[in-house]
């Protein structure tokens, strides 16, 4: 039993990174190629977490895993919204939503 | 061979696309392509941790996890305005 979970965490790592390699491939846009970056980096990480869990047990790689598992996941977020940052303001100069840009924002209420 | 060495040659041969991401194209896409495969060389490195059975060196992709973080953020602070 132990071993079929096993072998379906390490699927879900293959299957994951592999969602996530061909979809930012095949997007036009790279503000779309980094949405595929979640996928490996959350669902990936974390079935390799259970599947090192199964294998070792409560050893040192499985805390080391889930140390990894934790940096892989606040890494992508910032290093996504990192990117996007940058690719935006190469774009446009700027990165602050502003007026026609076709991106919904709450306005800044002006003090009278 | 076992399953995690299968497994990591499963997750390395997305490389390929990462490889195509990196090399071709615009510089935005080419950062994507740097983010992604230092998350699929991370994850590489952890199955081949465990499938060579040598545990200790998790530290490698740990490590590597780490210091990808700030490449990262160093390349897209200079595609800002520099590159």
């Known amino acids: 039993m132990r071993h079929l979970l096993t072998m379906a965490s390490l699927a879900m790592v293959v299957g994951s990174c592999w969602i996530g390699a061909l979809g930012a491939w095949r997007m036009r846009d790279p503000m779309q190629s980094l949405h595929y970056l979640s996928v490996p980096a959350t669902v990936g990480t974390i079935s390799l977490t259970i599947a090192i869990f199964l294998e070792t047990g409560w050893s040192s790689a499985t805390i080391k895993g889930i140390v990894v598992c934790a940096v892989l996941v606040a890494s992508n977020s910032i290093g996504a919204h990192a990117a996007a940052r940058a690719i935006r303001t190469r774009r446009l100069g700027h990165w602050e939503p502003r007026k026609g840009d076709g991106v919904e924002f709450v306005a800044r209420q002006e003090k009278s | ?83």
């Open chain 2, 1 to 83: 061979m076992n399953l995690w060495l299968i497994a990591a040659f499963g997750v390395g041969a997305c490389l390929f696309p990462c490889a195509d991401l990196c090399l071709r194209g615009t510089v935005e896409r080419r950062l994507v392509g740097l983010e992604l495969s230092s998350l699929i060389a991370t994850v590489v490195c952890a199955l081949l941790t465990v499938g060579f059975r040598r545990l200790p060196f998790m530290d490698l992709p740990l490590t590597l996890a780490l210091m990808s973080l700030g490449a990262g953020l160093v390349f897209a602070r200079f595609l800002e305005r520099d590159l």
